[in-house]
């Protein structure tokens, strides 16, 4: 029976959503009735309201919806979707000042001379208007008041116009900083830990083991993410654009004609394109170039972006008014004086310190008050002007207000539609395709681009994906990242736009057309830019990196990127250093044979052993590299027969597990059959029967396992073992290497902070002997502490000292002895720091110098520039690692 309400909740959405009711009241109404329904008919004909339920109760999934989008939404933590008013706001201000009308003139008449030129202008400015506003309606309808008459007035093609003016205005939708993105990075958050925890299982399955490694684990996205990753597809899109106007163009040139400037490109015509351009390519600077640089998270850039923008439209609100510039001036002198000062100081009102942290902190606040003053003259200029901020920022919290609502709405029917087991049928019919993650992301894809004749990108993205997104993510085979699929999601759904019936550019731009501008040619015009969609779809599916590159080079240069010890990092660590040493290699080694030749004899013993051991173990390095590439070969040469075998057992393991979920779900019924006596034994005599048929079809699939899997699995895993021990002795080699010599040298470089010590350490001896007990082991404890590492000894000297000092009768000739001791230990300490700092200070930073970003890489803080470069491409591709499940 949740087959059938399954049916009627889907049935409900689909005759509400094309009734014409808001998707806000016909997402959770369809699950509220669906849900009340299935309640009542199992209380009726069951007498147990959780009859038809899949698991739980009918309350529970009632609200569950609001609960799940109150544990979300309302975490201190979970902060995504602050950005979305913040840039709603930044957008709509931006449309209602006319910057977006002053780009499209301009640019038109930059562009208009070339053959295609007024096309490309309009592609332009939508990337221009996409990077700044993200929003499609407003964007489509600006640019169709300005851009299509005068298209039309240069004989354009109707199609090739209205074709290019809605395909630029949906670039908003992929181009951050955009309001898809953040509200998928939201929903595959969300996807990302259902799918972590698939896999987890899937993987105990496979193995028998119940901790899943860190680097076979998934890692969730951030709005910054999907930003960072959507740009480059974003800017694909834009060049197809382009190239196809201008292939058009010059194939048939009636239908993409030039429009000569009919002024002259003088100075001030090109004062006019700097006014217009540069304030909006700075705003596009400022936000997305604040998330990329990690300067800013993507609220606080969606707070730049909505200031920036206030500050802009207060300047073209103005016109020619007298001090029209005057706020913006403001903000630009106060944001430069605020970043000299925290150039110059350090402003931390946390840690005063000094004089001239009071100077600093004083300068700050002055310019963040004039920063603070251009804002608020800015908005009472916009304020004043036509009502402009008034209108910003109601139509901001209607827009606003329908994304939450929508999300709230459709939290609601995601919960319906698990409650009556959706979500397992879902996952059964993906997994039981032939052909793997392939078969299943076409089909995602093609159903997505689908409802995209229908639905609106909103309602794909909060119900579709949330259902599709973790089956997707969970499989190791393709091992695809959640910004990747995230991008490709966005991507498709910009079709969403186009697609007849139901494409809100295409209704957008009806709205605003000419009569003699046909329906059916904008219908026409936007076919061959959804076939430029779909192909930039294509090129980003097989080009993982165009998506994966700048996340993981932006994450690996940041100030919290991981040290290059971090698991998931190690396999393209190692193949980024398995290069070094064959590009460098004899380098390596001739530093080695080097430092060999220095005289340690100076050293303290301990010293002495570990450089000696760590020197053989670097020499050790080059053959154990050899080793772990002799172990990989082996498990490369084994995996062509062993696959298959594997794909085969898998595909047999989970046409089981669906079996026996089936099974699971008879025996509840057949056990409330029998607890509510509702079953005759006709029908429970046939309900054992298909549990039977079932039991005995898992046998004869699971005995269709392939007579060769037991010795292969086995094989392959003592090979795979091999590897993972190889890889592990050649780690633990390189930090044994390295160790002693980071050690050593740290010690050598603090020996003038230690002499600095000794007159404290001889001021001691008179503490001991006259000042009050509790003092002087204060006084000792500071110096002990100030002491630093490799001084333990001394440091145990210093401690029996304090403890002789402790009680009411201290032993201060005790105190005095251990306090001899470690003067002692300490003056020795001294002089073969400072010896050493003469004899090997040179020769062991040579010696650094060549195997600390080599062979030392592991124990480093973190990666420089140039190797984050190498291990963000290594990472940006997605590697197949179901073997290991």
């Known amino acids: ?84 008013p913040l840039f709603i706001f930044m957008g709509i201000m931006l449309e209602r000042s006319k910057i977006a009308e002053d780009l499209l003139i301009t640019m038109a008449q930059l562009f208009g001379p070339i053959p295609g030129g007024l ?60 309001i898809v993105l953040i509200i998928l990075a939201d929903q595959l958050s969300n996807a990302t830990d259902q799918a972590s925890s698939i896999r987890t299982a899937d993987y105990k399955s496979g193995t028998g083991l119940t901790s899943l490694p860190s680097e076979f684990d998934l890692t969730s996205t951030s709005a910054g993410d999907m930003f960072l990753g959507a740009f480059l597809p974003g800017l694909v899109l834009v060049g197809l654009y382009i190239v196809y106007i201008l292939v058009l163009a010059f194939f048939r040139p009636r239908l993409a004609p030039p429009a000569p400037h009919e002024g002259k490109f003088d100075r001030q015509f090109w004062w006019q394109v700097f006014i217009v351009l540069v304030p909006p390519l700075a705003l596009i600077f400022t936000v997305l170039g604040s998330i990329v640089m990690g300067v800013a998270t993507v609220n606080q850039a969606g707070a730049l972006g909505a200031a920036g923008a206030l500050v802009m439209a207060s300047y073209r609100l103005a016109g020619n008014r007298k001090g029209t510039y005057h706020p913006a001036i403001l903000a630009i002198v106060s944001i430069a004086a605020l970043v000299a000062v925290l150039s110059i100081f350090d402003v931390n009102v946390k840690n005063i310190q000094g004089g001239m942290a009071w100077v600093g902190i004083l300068l700050a606040a002055t310019a963040s008050a004039a920063f603070l003053g251009s804002l608020v003259w800015s908005g009472w200029r916009a304020y004043k002007i036509d009502e402009t901020l008034q209108g910003v920022m109601v139509e901001t919290a209607k827009t606003t207000s329908l994304v939450f609502v929508i999300l709230i709405g459709a939290t609601m029917l995601t919960a319906a539609f698990r409650s009556f087991g959706g979500e397992e049928l879902v996952k059964d019919f993906l997994t039981g395709l032939p052909g793997g993650f392939v078969t299943k992301f076409v089909v995602v894809m093609a159903v997505i681009f689908v409802l995209g004749f229908f639905l609106d990108f909103i309602e794909i993205a909060v119900v579709v994906v949330p259902i599709v997104a973790p089956i997707l993510l969970a499989d190791p085979t393709a091992n695809v990242t959640a910004v990747w699929l995230g991008v490709m999601i966005g991507v498709n759904m910009q079709t969403s736009f186009l697609t007849p ?45 165009l998506v994966n590159y700048l996340p993981n080079r932006v994450y690996l240069t940041s100030e919290t990127a991981p040290p290059p010890k971090n698991p998931r990092l190690q396999a393209c660590v190692d193949e980024y250093l398995f290069g070094v040493y064959d590009r460098d290699g004899s380098v390596i080694k001739t530093s080695i044979a080097d430092v060999r030749a220095l005289p340690l004899g100076g050293l303290p013993e301990e010293y002495q052993q570990s450089l000696v051991a760590g020197f053989k173990k670097a020499e050790t390095t080059f053959d154990l590299v050899e080793k772990v590439r002799a172990a990989e070969a082996a498990v490369a040469a084994h995996v ?72 292969a699995h086995k094989e392959y895993v003592e090979l795979a073992k091999d590897e993972t021990m190889a890889r592990r002795i050649y780690h633990r080699n390189v930090d044994d290497a390295y160790e002693p010599v980071q050690e050593v040298r740290a010690l050598i470089a603090e020996a003038d902070a230690l002499v600095a010590l000794e007159g404290d350490f001889m001021k001691l001896k008179g503490v001991i002997a006259t000042a009050p007990a509790d003092e002087a082991m204060e006084t000792i404890k500071a110096v002990s502490s100030a002491l630093g590492d490799g001084t333990s000894k001394i440091k145990s000297k210093l401690s029996k000292a304090r403890r002789a000092m402790k009680g009411d009768n201290p032993k201060r000739d005790k105190a005095a002895k251990e306090l001899a001791a470690a003067m002692k230990l300490f003056t020795a300490e001294v002089a073969w720091r400072q010896a050493a700092a003469k004899k090997l200070g040179t020769g062991l930073a040579a010696y650094d110098a060549a195997i600390g970003q080599s062979i030392g890489l592991r124990l480093q803080d973190r990666l420089t520039t140039e190797q984050a470069k190498e291990v963000a491409t290594c990472l940006s591709i997605h590697r197949d690692i179901s073997l290991n499940f």
Do not use: C
């Open 501 to 545: 019936p139901f494409g809100f550019a295409l209704f957008y731009l009806r709205a605003v057309a000419p009569p003699k501008v046909k329906t059916l040619e904008m219908y026409k015009g936007v076919v061959p830019f959804i076939a430029l969609q779909l192909i930039g779809l294509v090129i980003v599916g097989f080009s993982p990196s």
């Open 119 to 178: 096309g490309i202008s309009v592609v332009v400015v939508g990337a221009l208007l996409a990077a700044t506003t993200g929003i499609v309606g407003a964007t489509v309808i600006a640019m169709g008041l300005i851009s299509l008459p005068v298209m039309l007035r240069a004989n354009y093609s109707h199609s090739l116009a209205t074709g290019t003016i809605n395909a630029s205005g949906t670039l908003g939708q992929i181009i951050p900083p955009s």
């Open 1 to 84: 029976m949740e087959i059938v309400f399954l049916i009627v909740l889907i049935l409900t959405m689909v005759l509400a959503l094309g009734g014409g009711f808001p998707v806000a009241f016909a997402l959770p109404g369809s699950a509220i009735l669906t849900i009340t329904l299935a309640a009542i008919s199992g209380l009726l004909f069951e007498g147990d309201s959780a009859a038809y339920f899949a698991h739980g109760d009918p309350l529970q999934w009632l609200t569950a919806g609001v609960t799940n989008f109150r544990g979300i939404y309302w975490e201190a933590e979970r902060d995504t979707l602050i950005a979305v």
């Open 640 to 711: 062509p027969g062993f696959a298959p075998l594997h794909a085969q057992v898998r595909d047999i393991r989970v046409e089981t597990e669906a079996i026996n979920r089936e099974l699971k779900q008879l025996g509840k019924e057949k056990a409330d059959m029998a607890r509510y006596d509702t079953g005759d034994a006709d029908e429970i005599r046939q309900l054992e029967a298909q549990m039977q048929d079932l039991a005995s079809r898992v046998k004869e699939i699971q005995a269709s396992t392939p007579p060769a899997w037991d010795a």
